[in-house]
Each structure stands twice: as structure tokens, then as C-alpha cells.
């Protein structure tokens, strides 16, 4: 049983897109062991309760120094135990000491097609006022391991999403979350539970299903 620990800083929709695809066996072999919100009023960690799951909240305001904070969201994924860490919307830098503890187990879903509208700054709704900017006429969203740079870790899975004329950041971000990410984050866990996802240095290789 893969033991995943989920970190969320807001809505939290992503985290319901892993409850109901563990929920309805699209997912197998995996399940939630705790929530982290750096945010005490995030609506995941009431998504979180409702689903039985462990919710905890450790806030930057909490800790006097960000070292302090630092230390303490390492102690709280190293109580969970997880097998996988899954960054669903945590709008947080994550430490490196973290990074080391869970080399190649920490995943991210980015709500762009990397290596487009991603890195510092591109966070929120940021990342759509840019692509709405730019023009593009397809964005989308990535899974992909966290390493030390800002998204530049291997790729799992992406998928495109066609904008639309008269798109607002608004609706481009909603109808990502409903066309991407709520679906390839939970298959990029569901491969990883099926242990078919090899780091191959900056890339992934998908193995086929077995049989
Ligand atoms: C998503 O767009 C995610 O890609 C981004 O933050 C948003 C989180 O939404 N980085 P939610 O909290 O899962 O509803």
C-alpha cells in the first residue's frame, strides 16, 4: 500500500480528485495517510475531515524564523511515513532538507505545460494571466517529480487544454483543473502506485501495464 502524505494550501479540489478516485478504486493500492496545509483556513483540510483523513496545519506564523517552520514541516511528513509526498496546490518553497529526505517521492501538479509559463512567480492565477498574455492557444497542466530547481524536476504526465476566445485567467484556471489536472494527478499516482514510473535523470519512462 502506497502511503501518500498530501500538502495544500487552499480549495484543496485536487485533494478531492485523490479522495474520490481512491473512493471509487481508479486508484489502487494507494491511500492518504495525513493532509499539511501551511494555511489553518484552507477548505482542504475540511475536505480532509470529512474523508476520516488526518488533517494538521503547520503555518510559517506558527515559528519565528523560517528555518524554525522549515524543521517542523519535515518533522510533520516524517511523522506520516509517506511512500509518496503529493504537492496538490501548496503554495509553499519546499525546503531543501525535505527534498533530500524524499528524493525521487515528492510529486507536484503545475497547472501549465512545463517548461511553459513555470518557475518563479508563476504560481495561481499568475500562470493563466501569462498565458492569456502571451496568446498561446493551448495550455494545460504537468505532474512531475520535485527537485531542487522551481518545477524543473522530471515530467510524468501533461495534458493540453484548448483556450478559448473571451477566456478571463478565471475561467482558463477552472477549466484546466477540469480538463488536467484533476485527472492526471490522479493517474501519475495511481502509475506510481503501480510502480510504473522510472526516473530516467531528467525524465520518467512509463512502463506498460502488467498483465
Ligand atoms: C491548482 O491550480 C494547482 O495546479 C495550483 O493551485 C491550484 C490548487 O487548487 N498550483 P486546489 O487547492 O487543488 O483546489
Known amino acids: 500500500m502506497l502511503k501518500l502524505a498530501v500538502c495544500v494550501s487552499g480549495g484543496g479540489t485536487n485533494l478531492q480528485a485523490i479522495i474520490d478516485r481512491i473512493g471509487d478504486g481508479t486508484i489502487q493500492g494507494a491511500r492518504i495517510v495525513r493532509v499539511i496545509s501551511n494555511n489553518p483556513r484552507a477548505y482542504?483540510?475540511?475536505?480532509?475531515k470529512q474523508a476520516?483523513?488526518?488533517?494538521?496545519?503547520?503555518?510559517?506564523?506558527?515559528?519565528?524564523?523560517?528555518d524554525?517552520?522549515?524543521?517542523a514541516l519535515l518533522e510533520a511528513l516524517q511523522a506520516a511515513e509517506p511512500d509518496l509526498i503529493v504537492l496538490a496546490g501548496f503554495l509553499v518553497a519546499i525546503p531543501p532538507a525535505v527534498i533530500e529526505a524524499f528524493r525521487g517521492r515528492i510529486i507536484n501538479i503545475h497547472p501549465a505545460l512545463i517548461p511553459s509559463f513555470?518557475?518563479?512567480?508563476?504560481?495561481?492565477?499568475?500562470?493563466h494571466e501569462r498565458a492569456l498574455e502571451r496568446g498561446v492557444k493551448v495550455s494545460g497542466a504537468t505532474?512531475?517529480?520535485?527537485?531542487?530547481?522551481?518545477?524543473?524536476?522530471?515530467?510524468?504526465?501533461?495534458?493540453?487544454?484548448?483556450?478559448?476566445?473571451?477566456?478571463?485567467?478565471?475561467?482558463?484556471?477552472?477549466?484546466?483543473?477540469?480538463?488536467?489536472?484533476?485527472?492526471?494527478?490522479p493517474q501519475a499516482i495511481s502509475l506510481i502506485a503501480q510502480g510504473r514510473v522510472v526516473i530516467e535523470g531528467r525524465t520518467t519512462r512509463i512502463l506498460p501495464e502488467r498483465r
Not at 44 to 48: C, G, Q, S, T
Not at 58 to 63: E, G, L, N, T
Not at 118 to 127: E, I, M, Q, S
Open 44 to 48: 482542504a483540510l475540511e475536505r480532509a
Open 118 to 127: 513555470c518557475g518563479k512567480g508563476y504560481y495561481g492565477l499568475k500562470v
Open 143 to 185: 505532474v512531475h517529480f520535485v527537485d531542487e530547481g522551481l518545477d524543473s524536476g522530471p515530467i510524468i504526465l501533461q495534458k493540453a487544454v484548448e483556450i478559448l476566445d473571451g477566456d478571463t485567467a478565471e475561467v482558463l484556471q477552472k477549466r484546466i483543473m477540469e480538463q488536467a489536472e484533476w485527472i492526471i494527478l
Open 68 to 71: 524554525l517552520f522549515n524543521q
Open 52 to 66: 476520516g483523513i488526518e488533517g494538521v496545519c503547520v503555518s510559517p506564523r506558527q515559528f519565528e524564523t523560517r
